[in-house]
């Protein structure tokens, strides 16, 4: 018998599953931000074309995003699963990860998504005056509560994610990494505070086999441009001379393999077998595009060519 979609990522999310590409892409996008018709048919798309997971935060689009997902989740059980994000308020900052805090906005998180049991549950951002111990108790009690079936943190500096991960190891859980990671490295300082996952946080999602959530893989559409531009009134934190290097690798790719430089950069992120591309798509075309890059197979060699030009 077929296995359902979440039966599909539950494996795909073990460690049995790392090394398919198929169904690793996530879907992200400006939930609650667009009308509800459009929302609905680009996650009816996604889930036609294989794809598993949804991904939003309780704090996008001021609190609407998991508003806007939740009515086509109910009408359509068990066909994506969802991967949401606990800890900022709903101007984007971080709030303080106490327990009840935590489980009031879950609880808030399940009504608004309309689901029994969210797939994926992430802390937004570090609480760094609390102890790693106290945080992983957390996490654990919304395993135990029938609230959440996966665990995972976002933009923690590497050192405390290695903590958590020890401490989750220790109650029986392997965490979910989420940070910003895609063939364009940028510019901390111009990142807004998040953290891309640099060669620290990859050491320890490597070591421990952590799923990897790469959210902006294809660097906010850099690859498909030609001139900078501003995001969020600041400079384009992609936008530096070794990208600019790696994009005219990417376009030159894209030529002799007959396709476009950002699925060429799309296809180097699906190359590392334990990342999901998070891909913040608009359109279904968009979507189409996307998941082109899952027939390109990359050599090694053309990877750590597009990378470091060698």
Not at 55 to 80: C, D, F, M
Request: charged share 25%; proline share 6%.
């Amino acid at each position: 018998m077929p296995r359902s979609p979440l039966q599909m990522l539950d494996g795909l999310l073990g460690q049995e599953g790392m090394e398919s590409a198929a169904h690793r892409f996530v879907l992200g996008g400006p939930f609650g931000a667009e009308p509800a018709e459009v929302s609905a048919a680009r996650l009816a798309h996604f889930a036609d074309a294989g794809g598993l997971l949804v991904e939003t935060s309780h704090s996008y689009a001021k609190g609407q995003a998991e508003v806007a997902i939740g009515p086509w989740l109910r009408q359509n059980p068990g066909t994506l699963g969802v991967a949401t994000k606990v800890g900022h308020d709903f101007t984007g900052a971080d709030i303080p990860l106490s327990r009840d805090t935590v489980h009031g906005h879950v609880r808030a998180a399940l009504r608004s998504l309309g689901v029994e049991t969210i797939d994926v549950l992430l802390y937004h951002c570090d609480d760094p005056d609390r102890p790693v111990a106290e945080l992983a108790d957390t996490l654990v009690s919304l395993v135990e509560a029938g609230y959440v079936r996966r665990v995972g943190a976002s933009n923690w500096p590497a050192q405390r994610l290695s903590a958590l991960t020890a401490e989750l190891a220790e109650r029986g859980h392997t965490p979910v990494a989420s940070y910003q990671f895609s063939l364009a490295e940028p510019d901390p300082a111009h990142l807004g505070g998040s953290l891309h996952a640099d060669r620290a946080v990859l050491d320890v999602v490597g070591e421990h086999r952590l799923p990897l959530l790469a959210w902006s893989s294809q660097a906010r559409g850099y690859f498909a441009r030609t001139e900078p531009r501003e995001i969020n009134g600041r400079p384009d934190p992609y936008d530096t001379v070794d990208n600019r290097h790696r994009r005219r690798r990417c376009l030159e790719l894209a030529d002799q393999l007959g396709t476009r430089p950002e699925t060429v950069a799309l296809a180097w992120t699906l190359h590392h077998p334990q990342v999901w591309p998070s891909i913040g798509a608009r359109t279904t075309e968009q979507i189409d595009r996307s998941l082109e890059a899952r027939r390109l197979q990359l050599t090694d060699a053309q990877v750590g060519w597009l990378r470091h030009g060698r």
